[in-house]
């Protein structure tokens, strides 16, 4: 059974750097994409951006400024960072799977979420 | 980018009735359309893709359809554990964008 277990600060100050971390368990992290979302309070949910296990990131053109994301293969391990926050940045962050086939762009598996709180 | 409209806001039906969910692409998306379920203080949970392919471990009473840009999720029969709101996301572009949600209560 596949799981995601996420974990990073969850309150920061206005310009800070957002940092989060998603570790899979109980399947291949190869053959996958690997992905942030997020969801801001009472409010739809929105794409980041991904990357697959040999390092490759497709981004959200309208966060890609602020984003990156990485991989560290030997402990099954992607992150997130996410610089110069603001308010409008406060969200619960998710990571999530979705297939590596062409057009497959749907999230079959997601970790618990963490919720980030911008605030001064 | 795909604006994803979705309706009703807020759906109030009995249990054991059906529900009968709408999501609406600004274009044609083909079918490459999911549908997610989301309880409060829960990730979401993939229920259908390909706009009408049930995710593994999906009770038959979830049933998608559609294709272009007119799509509908029906619950054949809310059980108590289906209240929750729900979320289409359309991936036929990079952008990979979410509707606003549909909210199933209970009536």
């Known amino acids: 059974q596949v799981q995601l277990q996420q974990w990073g600060a969850g309150l920061l100050k206005p310009s800070e750097t957002l940092s989060l971390t998603c570790a899979v368990y109980?399947?291949?992290?190869?053959?996958?994409?690997w992905s942030w979302i997020r969801q801001p309070p009472g409010k739809g949910l929105e794409w980041i951006g991904e990357?697959?296990?040999?390092?490759?990131?497709n981004y959200n053109p309208s966060l890609k400024s602020r984003v990156t994301i990485s991989l560290d293969t030997s402990r099954n391990q992607f992150s997130l960072k996410f610089t110069s926050v603001t308010a409008a940045d406060t969200a619960v962050y998710y990571c999530?799977?979705?297939?590596?086939?062409?057009?497959?762009?749907?999230?079959?598996?997601w970790g618990q979420g963490t919720l980030v709180t911008v605030s001064s | 980018e795909t604006v994803m409209t979705q309706s009703p806001a807020t759906l109030s039906v009995s249990p054991g009735e059906r529900a009968t969910l709408s999501c609406r692409a600004s274009q044609s998306i083909s079918s490459n359309l999911a549908w997610y379920q989301q309880k409060p203080g829960q990730a979401p949970r993939l229920l259908i893709y390909g706009a009408s392919t049930r995710a593994t471990g999906i009770p038959a009473r979830f049933s998608g359809s559609g294709s272009g840009t007119e799509f509908t999720l029906t619950i054949s029969s809310l059980q108590s554990e289906d209240f929750a709101v729900y979320y289409c996301q359309q991936y036929n572009n990079w952008s990979r964008t979410f509707g606003q949600g549909t909210k199933v209560e209970i009536k």
């Open positions: 999530a799977r979705r297939p590596g086939a062409a057009r497959q762009w749907y999230f079959d598996y």
């Open positions: 109980g399947g291949s992290f190869s053959g996958y994409y």
């Open positions: 990357i697959n296990h040999s390092g490759s990131t």
